[in-house]
């Protein structure tokens, strides 16, 4: 049986987030598989962390700056890790190579931070939603921390063809060192049927509030989209749901006006398939968006801006409606809620995708698969990548020597 070291950011929290929804995904797939999982982190644990002990899975808390992982991970031994944001891979990647040369490195991306936070500052400063990812943007400090540690390690899992394409095309990442592996369902049960157009009604927002590009987006809603969304439909209703509710957030809830701040939602598969229209006018971001996914899933459309749609669709028509501009927005919105022939077909074209791009055995096999094939060809597989080796060679000092610095100094 091999054994797999998974190194998290925090721990996963299916309920709140994508990226929770993600790692159970990674989780549930090498379980299956019959791999022997230890789920580790430095974060604390939290209220609404999933029960991982209870799906087989090992736990254990480590420390930052600590030479006690090195002997956790040496007792352990595993075949592969898994560091869950390139933050981790910084931390812990050297103590792994030192202790554990042979493992498998693998980077789960979740989405581009680098990207995201350029979104966020360019638009910040100029009011820009999507600038052109061109090296003015994204050559950043940031930038060079997350694309050097995608190239220290042997595989890094990245969830959007859009950002797959601008590591090859701009950062020059070699492709051999990355893997598409998006948001992955599985296919709806025979028999299974959503909720129909009469069967719902009004709006719905979705998305954990401690990630800024959702709080932008409620903000946005609320400001500019929502009012002319109800000069359009007098009698709209809207949903807000979402974990972590700051109070700023709970002092937007507007019943008069129709606006709704329903705090964390228990079943968001459940508020998801009640409303008609998904509402998600994000204005900076980056990855495959969790709630615009989901809300395929259960054949709800979606009406959101470049950035939501972005690595979305591929080739295929949209599920819903795509604009950057207040007006469109709340118009595609209504037309969506108001004409069923067309929401029909938003709804159709949402489980296509789903189907066609998303669908979680045929990219579980495919991952597995270069898995497998990198074990049986690693030492190659590194000697062909030069700069990894070098950029390892270079952070092994500087991080090596800061960290025992840091250990030292905490002990006096």
């Avoid at 982190?41 to 808390?61: K, Q, T, V, Y």
């Avoid at 601008?166 to 599985?186: E, K, W």
């Avoid at 229209?277 to 968006?289: I, W």
Wanted: glycine share 6%.
């Amino acid at each position: 049986m091999q054994r797999l070291l998974i190194i998290g950011y925090v721990w996963p929290e299916p309920a709140s987030t994508a990226a929770g929804a993600h790692m159970m995904s990674l989780l549930n797939l090498f379980r299956s598989s019959g791999w022997d999982i230890t789920f580790a982190s430095p974060a604390g644990h939290s209220e609404h962390m999933a029960d991982l002990a209870r799906e087989g899975i090992h736990c254990a808390e480590i420390a930052l700056n600590h030479s006690s992982f090195d002997a956790f991970i040496s007792q352990l031994q595993p075949q592969a890790v898994l560091f869950d944001r390139f933050m981790m891979e910084e931390q812990f990647g050297w103590r792994v190579e030192k202790n554990c040369p042979d493992a498998l490195r693998i980077l789960d991306t979740e989405d581009l931070v680098c990207l995201r936070q350029a979104r966020h500052d360019a638009f910040k400063k100029q009011g820009v939603v999507n600038p052109p990812p061109g090296p003015s943007l994204l050559f950043t400090e940031l930038a060079q921390r997350e694309i050097a540690s995608i190239l220290r390690c042997d595989l890094s899992l990245i969830i959007s063809e859009a950002e797959q394409r601008l590591l090859t095309d701009l950062f020059r990442v070699d492709p051999s060192l990355l893997h598409y592996y998006p948001l992955c369902y599985a296919p709806e049960a025979p028999g299974h049927r959503a909720p129909g157009f009469d069967e719902r009604a009004g709006f719905v927002a979705i998305g954990n509030f401690r990630h800024a590009p959702n709080w932008d987006a409620v903000r946005w809603l609320k400001e500019a989209i929502w009012p002319r969304i109800r000069a359009l439909l007098p009698q709209a209703e809207c949903r807000v749901y979402g974990a972590y509710t700051p109070p700023k957030a709970t002092a937007l809830h507007n019943p008069r006006q129709g606006l709704h701040i329903m705090g964390r939602a228990d079943d968001a598969a459940a508020v998801l398939r009640a409303a008609r229209v998904n509402l998600a006018p994000l204005r900076f971001g980056a990855g495959l968006k969790g709630k615009i996914a989901e809300a395929m899933a259960c054949g709800t459309p979606s009406v959101t801006t470049s950035i939501g749609a972005e690595g979305m669709a591929g080739e295929l028509p949209f599920a819903g409606a795509v604009s950057d501009q207040v007006e469109q927005l709340a118009r595609h919105a209504v037309t969506l809620h108001e004409d069923s022939a067309r929401w029909q077909q938003a709804q159709e074209n949402g489980y296509r995708i789903v189907t066609e791009r998303f669908c979680r055995r045929h990219h579980d096999q495919y991952l597995l698969e270069r898995i497998q094939e990198l074990q049986q060809n690693l030492a190659q597989h590194r000697l062909d990548n030069f700069t990894g080796a070098m950029l390892r060679h270079h952070l092994h000092r500087s991080t090596q020597y800061m960290s025992q610095w840091i250990e030292a100094k905490n002990r006096d």
